[in-house]
C-alpha cells in the first residue's frame, strides 16, 4: 500500500473520531498528561467500563501530579484494589516519585524521558505523547493491533512490522483526534467475529473488507500453572487478621490473611492470574491465634487498604 493512501486512512480515521468518537470518557475530558499517564495504565490490562469507575475515583483523590506527590505506595494500592496486576500500582508509585525528584514535577514531554519511568513502554509513551502533547508517536494496544491486521488482511505480523505500520497510517497533523479514533475504531466496530464495516471510516481501503474475510491475529495463550492456597480467616468481633508476605510471588504490597501453598485442597473458588490459576480454600480460624505479624482491620477500614479482590469479597460478604 502505498504511503500517500496510508496517509488518507489516516485522515479518515482523524475526521471520523471528531464526529463519532468516545468523547464521554473520562480520561477525554480535562485532558492533561497526567489523566492520560493514569488511565494509560489503567487500560493496560483492563477494559474500558471495568476502569472508568477505578479512574473516577483516583482522579478525586489525587487530580494532579500536585496532589498525589506525597501519596504513599499503600494508598495507591488502596485505590487500586480490584483491578488486578498490581504491579501497576507500584510502577505509579515509583514513576510519580522520580517525576517529583527528576523533571521537577511536570511529565515529561520526550519519549526517552517517558520511557525511563517505570510501567511506560513504548506504546504507553505514545499515548501519552500524540494526546496529551499532540506529538506524532505511534501506539500498538490490542485495539490498534487488531484494525492493522485487518487493514492489511494478515494473521501474523513481528513488532518491527506493526510498529512500522502502525506509524505509518498516522495523521501527523490531526494527531490527537487519530489515536483516538484509531482505538475507537478497534473497540467499537471492528469486532472480533461481526465487524460494522458498513460504519467504518476506512471500509474502502481495508483488505478484510474488500475480501470479506476477517482475519484475528494468532494468540499465545499462557500455560497456567495451578497453586492451591489455603487462606485462615482470624476474626475478633467485626475485625479481621491481615499481613504482608512475600512469600506467594505474588500480592506482596497488598493486605492478605495468612496463607499456606499446599499440594491440594478442596477449594472454595478459583481466581485467575495472568499466568496462574489460583485455587483458593477458606478456612474460618476460631480456637487459635495468629503466630505471625500483621494487623486487625475493622470492616470499614478494609475498605481502605489494598486487599486481593477474591480476599476482600469473601471478608466483606462475611461482615
Ligand atoms: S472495515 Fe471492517 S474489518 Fe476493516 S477496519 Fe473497519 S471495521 Fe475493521
Known amino acids: 500500500m502505498e504511503n500517500s493512501l496510508k496517509s488518507h486512512i489516516g485522515n479518515k480515521v482523524s475526521s471520523w473520531y471528531r464526529d463519532h468518537g468516545r468523547h464521554n470518557l473520562p480520561w477525554r475530558k480535562n485532558i492533561t498528561p497526567y489523566r492520560i499517564w493514569i488511565s494509560e495504565i489503567m487500560l493496560q490490562q483492563t477494559q474500558v467500563n471495568t476502569a472508568i469507575d477505578y479512574f473516577n475515583k483516583f482522579m478525586k483523590r489525587y487530580p494532579d501530579l500536585k496532589s ?46 517517558l520511557l525511563s519511568l517505570p510501567g511506560i513502554g513504548r506504546s504507553t509513551a505514545g499515548a501519552i505523547l500524540s494526546i496529551a502533547f499532540k506529538k506524532p508517536y505511534p501506539i500498538l494496544d490490542a485495539n490498534v493491533k487488531k484494525v492493522i491486521a485487518r487493514i492489511f488482511h494478515k494473521k501474523k505480523f513481528n513488532e518491527k512490522e506493526f510498529w512500522h505500520l502502525s506509524e505509518s497510517l498516522l495523521d501527523k497533523k490531526g494527531i490527537f483526534s487519530y489515536q483516538q479514533g484509531i482505538m475507537d475504531i478497534g ?133
Not at 86 to 95: E, G, H, N
Not at 232 to 252: A, I, M, Q, T, V
Request: charged share 30%.
Open 68 to 113: 498525589i506527590k506525597s501519596a504513599k505506595e499503600d494508598d495507591i494500592y488502596a485505590l487500586w484494589s480490584g483491578l488486578g496486576y498490581y504491579r501497576r500500582a507500584s510502577y505509579i508509585f515509583r514513576a510519580k516519585e522520580l517525576i517529583h525528584k527528576d523533571f521537577n514535577g511536570q511529565m515529561p514531554d520526550d519519549f526517552n524521558s
Open 187 to 319: 473497540a467499537q466496530l471492528c469486532m472480533p467475529k461481526k465487524p460494522h464495516c458498513a460504519l467504518c471510516p476506512i471500509q474502502n481501503d481495508c483488505i478484510s473488507n474488500k475480501l470479506n474475510s476477517y482475519v484475528t491475529l494468532e494468540k499465545r495463550k499462557p500455560k497456567k500453572k495451578e497453586v492451591f492456597l489455603q487462606f485462615n480467616l482470624f476474626s475478633e468481633g467485626e475485625k479481621y487478621f491481615l499481613s504482608k508476605s512475600d512469600d506467594l510471588g505474588f500480592w506482596k504490597n497488598l493486605w492478605i490473611p495468612p496463607v499456606s501453598i499446599v499440594e491440594k485442597c478442596n477449594f472454595d473458588i478459583v481466581h485467575q492470574l495472568s499466568h496462574r490459576s489460583l485455587k483458593i480454600a477458606f478456612n474460618e480460624q476460631t480456637n487459635i491465634r495468629p503466630d505471625i505479624e500483621g494487623k486487625w482491620f475493622s470492616r470499614e477500614e478494609l475498605k481502605t487498604i489494598g486487599i486481593p479482590k477474591p480476599i476482600s469479597d469473601r471478608l466483606l460478604l462475611n461482615g
